[in-house]
């Protein structure tokens, strides 16, 4: 089946080296603002087609599949082209800048019947089920907290800086903490607090969340782009601890008693780059039929988009986008 993609930066140029690695997929086509650099990534990357625009990209018939790589406040837009013409449609996370756009793409998505998911790309990973699988098994009993951390030294990209752009640590970084406390300890939240540090151009630079579920688990999150961090989750039990390391890629993950032993260690499988996993995934729903993955249904990038709607107005962050704004999501 033929890629496309929509947005021509770094992130494009993984996705491209994953697409080229995998079997029954094809790098088809590459759209940019430009022409010229459609056409260096298409030579650079092996991509048949080069468009000078994101409208003559998904007027191709041949195209199966869209992948949107633009910064997050462009993903409604770039999004909705796709669904208009009928395109199913893998978007880079953050899904969208808030939960209304996520609730209307949502909302296309169904009256259109195309295929749209979030490329969340730890929800597909094979990681995600082993963890589960741990935690179930009682190996370290009881689990009632969890942490986890994601910090990098990109302050320097401008995307990351730019409110216009919708920039700051929270979309870019601190929705893989966000997205691994739901993804393993679920949604029946009882409330979030926060601190948060801005940037002098007015977005997050750094925070802690803290989420407390109506049952007394906690989870403690805290995310950056100013320092690196060891990118370390780890759950605590009455009986020990497991630690996966590195939240946003999980390479291997560690069980330890609750005398610091090493009881278990477990390897996660070779991969391309782990983008694989929601690629296979969307082609396959694709094949089937279906409008929404199961890995990452839009029901939960809806959720995700509240919850950091939600600490966003705490702290008072409203992107230039969502100003005079006044619609609210669906409860």
């Known amino acids: ?3 496309g993609i929509i947005g021509a930066g770094s992130i494009a140029v993984s996705m491209a080296r994953t697409v080229s690695g995998m079997k029954g997929a094809e790098c088809y086509a590459i759209a940019s603002r430009t022409l010229a650099k459609a056409e260096r990534f298409a030579a650079d990357h092996g991509f048949a087609k080069a ?9 191709d018939d041949n195209v199966d599949l869209v992948y949107i790589a633009t910064p ?3 993903h409604l837009e770039n999004a909705m082209l796709c669904i208009s013409n009928g395109k199913p449609v893998l978007c880079e996370k953050a899904f969208t800048v808030n939960a209304l756009e996520a609730e209307m793409l949502k909302k296309a998505a169904a009256e259109k019947k195309v295929f749209v998911t979030e490329a969340m790309w730890t929800r597909y990973m094979p990681s995600r089920r082993l963890i589960d699988d741990l935690l179930a098994s009682g190996i370290i009993g009881k689990v009632d907290m969890l942490t986890a951390n994601l910090s990098y030294p990109i302050q320097g990209k401008k995307r990351l800086t730019d409110p216009a752009l919708a920039g700051g640590a929270l979309l870019d970084v601190g929705v893989y903490g966000i997205n691994f406390a739901l993804m393993h300890f679920g949604k029946d939240i009882e409330r979030i607090d926060s601190s948060v540090v ?4 007015g977005v997050d630079g750094r925070e802690s969340i803290t989420v407390r579920y109506k049952d007394g688990r906690l989870a403690v999150l805290t995310h950056g782009m100013y320092t690196r961090s060891d990118r370390r989750g780890v759950f605590y039990g009455d009986r020990g601890y497991i630690v996966v390391e590195n939240i946003n890629d999980p390479r291997e993950i560690n069980v330890y008693d609750a005398n610091d032993v090493l009881i278990k260690h477990v390897d996660v499988p070779e991969q391309i780059t782990g983008y694989e996993y929601e690629v296979y995934e969307s082609l396959d729903c694709i094949q089937k039929g279906l409008t929404e993955s199961v890995s990452m249904p839009l029901d939960e990038s809806v959720f995700m988009m509240k919850v950091m709607d939600g600490i966003r107005r705490d702290w008072g962050l409203i992107y230039p986008k969502e100003a005079g704004n006044t619609m609210k999501p669906e409860n």
């Open 1 to 3: 089946m033929n890629i």
């Open 51 to 59: 468009y000078g625009s994101y409208e003559e990209l998904v007027r």
């Open 72 to 74: 997050h406040s462009e």
């Open 198 to 201: 801005m940037t002098d151009t």
